[in-house]
Structures are given as C-alpha cells and as structure tokens.
C-alpha cells in the first residue's frame, strides 16, 4: 500500500471519532451511537496506524510475510 493511501484511511478514521464525540457533546446523537461510532472505528484506526508506519514513501509497496 501507498503511504498516501494509508494516511486516508487514518485520517477518516480519526475524523469520524472525533465527529461522533463532538456531535455527541453537541447533543445531536445519543451516547450509544457515538459508542458505535467509536467502537468500529478504533480497530480501523489502529490497523492504519500500524501500516502507515510500515508503509514505504516511495512506490514499493509492502512484501507479503505470510501467515
């Protein structure tokens, strides 16, 4: 993957955290929902995490190691 690609999807999981969290304390959405929000979107984050910090700046992309 592209260090460009990983980096979208970090920050789209970021992005939805934090508007799940400001509209909750906006009162827009009940506590449960930005539970949820919160709850499908932290795994995702880490995983981002951990390839954008393994993904090369250039074009190479990473090798698969296997199971």
Partial sequence: MKKTTVTSGLAASV???AAAWMALA?????????EAV???????????????WRAP???????F???
């Fill in 26 to 34: 906006a009162a827009l959405i009940p506590l449960i929902a930005a």
């Fill in 38 to 52: 919160t709850v499908i979107a932290f795994p995702v984050l880490v995983l981002f995490l951990g390839l954008w």
């Fill in 15 to 17: 992005i939805a955290i």
């Fill in 57 to 63: 700046g250039g074009e190479e992309d990473i090798p």
């Fill in 65 to 67: 190691i296997g199971y």
